[in-house]
């Protein structure tokens, strides 16, 4: 048995959903967790690193397109190539995909409306350390709450997904925001870097309408512990 | 210098936003607006000084790697004569 495993939660100018991150961690889920300021270059005693919802930089640009620039970001990507777990929620999706760390890009709804609300989203695989605690084609009721949410990538880049077993959760049943292929959340090559739009988060509590969002949670702590952490 | 960046969709990208404003502009009665895609401009001046090779490799960079997602979007520079 490894050091007590340590989350970091990344809290970029316009985060808003960095305390959220950090309560589920520390009050449901139990672990030590430390808030990263972005311009923080250091990751050193973190095994997991949450980037939170929010508007990063005011969504000025497009959405997730200034947070890249971020000086921990830097650090993020070396932690991710090494293997590090990093979860990107709604924002934090955004900034995984314009960061180049998950392929695509997320576009504006389809509706143009921002959504905000509770739905349904299948399990699309277990092979991940973000849905081990979880059974493949398991729904979850999750919240989304995004503008920005609609998932595009080339036919290429979708075929290799779908190859690859990359794609992690699927819309179920109405697709809010366009996805192409109702993607929800998808994982980059080495399967340790996961974004997502809908926020566990948001639902690890029953207080809050669903204890879903604490699979994922439960997940990597699983992994966590797994890898003598 | 003085360079405009325009960064628009690509054409096989689908433009919700552009799509509702035409729309928008048939039901106020102009249905002769068969297409709008909507787009970003940006107005890039260089500090004086900088030669013209290194402003087109300065501004190049810039629309490539900050003002545009090249997974959905292109761009084209319009230089200002000087």
Known sequence: MGAAMKFGVVIFPGSNCDHDC??????VIGKPVEFIWH???SLKGFDAVILPGGFSYGDYLRTGAL???SPVMQSVKEFANKGGLVIGICNGFQILTESGLLPGALMRNVTRQYICKFLKISTETTNSP?????QK???LSIPIGHGDGNYFADPETLKRLNAEDRVAFRYHG?????SLESIAGILNEGRNVLGMMPHPDRSSEQILGSTD??????????ALAGAGR | MKATVIVTLKPTVLDPQGMTIQRSVKSMGLPEVADVRQGKYFDVNLADGVSPDRGKEIVQKLAKDVLTNPVIEEFRIVWEPR
């Open chain 1, 22 to 27: 950090y309560y589920a961690v520390q009050s």
């Open chain 1, 39 to 41: 311009q923080d270059t």
């Open chain 1, 67 to 69: 947070a890249k620039f």
């Open chain 1, 130 to 134: 973000f849905t081990n605690q979880a």
């Open chain 1, 137 to 139: 084609g398991q729904i």
């Open chain 1, 174 to 178: 109405e697709n809010p925001n366009g």
């Open chain 1, 213 to 222: 969002g604490k699979l994922i949670f439960e997940s990597m702590v699983n």
